[in-house]
């Protein structure tokens, strides 16, 4: 079920009376309280896992990272993130996206950040990003993983939805647990 939670988690205590919550990243996901009260979501959020969904798998999904970006995405928010530090938005000059640079960008773009660097200590003019130097190398490993997600999810929204508007789920889809997961139903997983 999505809602486990590892034990080697990073766990802190809620300062609010909360209870237990895990992070990931920036985000911090509330899963259900240690003393059983009601939360009405629990979160596989460790850090390795990347996705997480409300106790019946369905109606809030999230997932770490973006299955649904194209090649130069994670370009433009690295060139997004090193105006942030150019403009002191950001106190650190920002790190290579894991995995996706290979050398010859890698070193595009280290050659870059010292032009950056010189450029801000003596005070003349950022130079310009090397996009266009970039693009013809930057290469999409997660495409067919993405789609293949999003083409999924898809086709499990179609197989529970009534087709009224007005009628959220189809005759026989219990509206608590529409894909059978909380009663161990995984006929739809086939």
């Known amino acids: 079920m999505l809602g486990r939670v590892r ?3 990073r766990q802190k205590e ?3 009376g909360a209870g237990r919550q895990y992070s990931i990243i920036r985000a911090t996901f ?3 309280r240690s003393d059983g009260t009601a ?4 979160w596989s959020a460790c850090p390795d896992q990347w996705r997480g969904a409300s106790p019946d798998g369905f109606r809030t999904v999230f997932m770490q990272g973006h299955p649904e970006y194209d090649s130069i995405s994670l370009l433009k928010e690295y060139k997004r993130d090193i105006g942030g530090f150019t403009t002191g938005q950001l106190p650190v000059y920002p790190p290579f996206p894991r995995h996706y640079f290979d050398r ?3 070193a595009l773009f280290d050659e870059y ?4 660097h010189l450029a801000l200590s003596d005070g003349s003019v950022i130079p310009a990003f090397p996009e266009k130097l970039a693009l013809d190398r930057l290469s ?5 993983s993405g789609e293949a997600l999003v083409g999924n999810w898809i086709g499990l929204v179609y197989q529970i939805t009534n087709r ?11 509206p608590d647990d529409p894909l059978g997961w909380l009663a161990g139903d995984v006929s739809r997983l086939t």
């Open 164 to 174: 009224l508007r007005e009628l959220p789920f189809m005759d026989g889809v219990d």
């Open 39 to 42: 939360t009405d979501r629990r």
């Open 30 to 32: 509330p899963i259900q």
């Open 113 to 116: 950040k010292e032009r950056v």
């Open 104 to 106: 010859y960008n890698k």
């Open 7 to 9: 034990a080697r988690c």
């Open 140 to 144: 999409n490993t997660w495409h067919d």
């Open 14 to 16: 809620s300062s609010t």
